[in-house]
């Protein structure tokens, strides 16, 4: 196994683990906050989304939210680039999806991409250095890697969540 195909396994996931909570993903409990602002609904849109707005500025394609609908299909009121990193409590709050299916399609799409992107590389593109604001410079590999794991947390906090049941919000 090559690390292009390291990364592919590694950037699906997050997409593996949210289709494994598929049927337990009710319009109550994806709204449900749990003494806290972030959802699962919210954590499944922001898994995606800073995914997309990162392999967006990677890939130099349009991100997927635009690209393919999903900010008209969500109906969200937010900036097209918005992906909730530093959102408040009340912008957090406002992310409310009832759509389960919606929610794991977008998610299913952002990783589609991401591993389209992929394929595209080689060895030579991953130790490219992409981000010098930081020591050591971030190199194209270390941005992919963060970006999934980035998500695949989201998406475990949200099976974090989903296993407490809507009885643990009431």
Do not use: C, K
Request: glycine share 6%; no cysteine; charged share 25%.
């Amino acid at each position: 196994m090559n690390a292009i195909e390291i990364l592919i396994d590694l950037a699906r996931r997050p997409q593996e683990s949210a289709e494994m909570l598929r049927d337990s993903l009710t319009p109550e409990l994806l709204d449900a906050h749990p003494h806290h602002d972030n959802s699962i609904a919210w954590l499944l849109w922001h898994a995606a989304r800073e995914l997309d707005e990162q392999l967006s500025a990677l890939s130099g394609e349009e991100a997927v939210w635009t690209a393919q609908g999903f900010d008209r299909r969500f109906g969200l009121d937010l900036d097209e680039h918005a992906m909730g990193y530093g959102d408040t409590a009340e912008q957090a709050r406002a992310v409310r999806v009832d759509d389960p299916e919606l929610l794991l399609d977008h998610l299913g799409a952002v990783v589609d991409a991401q591993v389209a992107y992929l394929e595209t590389l080689d060895e030579t593109a991953l130790g490219e250095v992409i981000d010098e604001q930081w020591d050591p410079p971030v190199t194209r590999a270390s941005r992919l890697v963060s970006i999934s794991v980035d998500a695949a947390e989201h998406v475990g906090q949200a099976a974090y969540i989903t296993g407490m049941g809507a009885a643990a919000f009431e």
